[in-house]
């Protein structure tokens, strides 16, 4: 019997996860069938255990369901406690909901698999304080760089993620005016301005020579972040297309026990971006 999986959220119809997936199941020879499932904004938990009750084996979780998929496990990972989100399920038996957080671990693999640039000893900016940086923060400070920043809109939202994770990461945090005479080597965008079409006050001199800028966002072409990074000199910019391809991998492995190339699939959804 084939076994099923999905991705819920709310819009959904835009989703690229069933095309991927399927395209590990055909390179793993795994016999897996992977929806998209529409889930009304106050039926994800409905929604969730129906699917698991039909049989279903796991989910991806999509906008804006991710705080609602770690409350409803009941075996969440440290990673998604950290975050205080899950885009992941998986059901063992009629009891057992497992989640985990794999964005980090997708965003990471990402940079340093596919766009080859490696996070150690480099300058690391985050841009945004929300559910986005949370899940990044372990995996970027795993590889060890240099100095992990996080620059916030409302500066108090940056200060507590410094609370919240000091007994695991060292972070710098403030709002975007002390970012003032700084510069790294890699901003990464965990905004939604990708989304609104909204500059960000960046400072003159942010981006070092060499520095890679990266926008979570993805298919929808340069984003006022990367016109940004563009405009101040940076010729390394990168779109969040290779993070979701990531992201699914790890997924489909925690799921499958097999770990599908995700080389292929990357160079497939890579658009220019112009």
């Known amino acids: 019997m084939t076994d099923r999986y999905a991705v819920l959220g ?10 991927i997936h399927s395209l590990f199941a055909q390179a793993t020879g795994q016999d897996i069938g992977y929806t998209a499932i529409e889930t009304p904004l106050d039926g994800f938990d409905d929604t969730v255990l129906g699917f698991r009750a039909s049989g279903g084996r796991g989910l991806n979780v999509s906008l ?35 989640a985990d957080n794999f964005d980090g671990v997708g965003l990471v693999n990402d940079i340093q698999r596919n766009l080859g640039f490696p996070l150690a000893g480099k300058r690391v900016l985050l841009l ?13 400070a795993g590889e060890r760089p240099a100095l992990l920043a996080v620059a916030n809109r409302t500066p108090e939202k940056a200060h507590a993620l410094r609370h919240d994770f000091a007994a695991h990461v060292p972070l710098q945090t403030g709002g ?24 960000l006050p ?9 520095a890679l800028a990266y926008d979570m966002v993805y298919g929808k072409g340069l984003t006022p972040f990367l016109k940004q990074a563009q405009a101040a000199g940076v010729s390394r910019v990168a779109d969040g297309v290779g993070m979701l391809v990531e992201q699914a991998a790890e997924a489909f492995e925690w799921w499958r026990g097999v770990r599908p190339d995700t080389r292929p699939v990357v160079k497939q959804l890579t658009v220019p971006l112009v």
Do not use: W
């Open 176 to 199: 975007y005016d002390t970012l003032v005479g700084l510069s790294f080597d890699m901003i990464i965008n965990a905004t939604s301005t990708g989304l609104s079409q909204e500059a």
């Open 64 to 98: 804006p369901f991710k705080l609602q998929a770690f409350q409803i496990a009941t075996e969440p990972s440290e990673r998604a406690r950290l975050a205080g989100a899950a885009n992941c399920l998986k059901f063992d038996g009629p009891d057992r909901i497992l």
């Open 128 to 140: 945004g304080a929300g559910g986005a940086t949370r899940g990044a923060l372990l995996p970027i």
């Open 10 to 19: 709310h819009p959904i119809g835009h989703s690229k996860s069933p095309l």
């Open 202 to 210: 960046l400072p003159d001199g942010l981006f070092a020579p060499g």
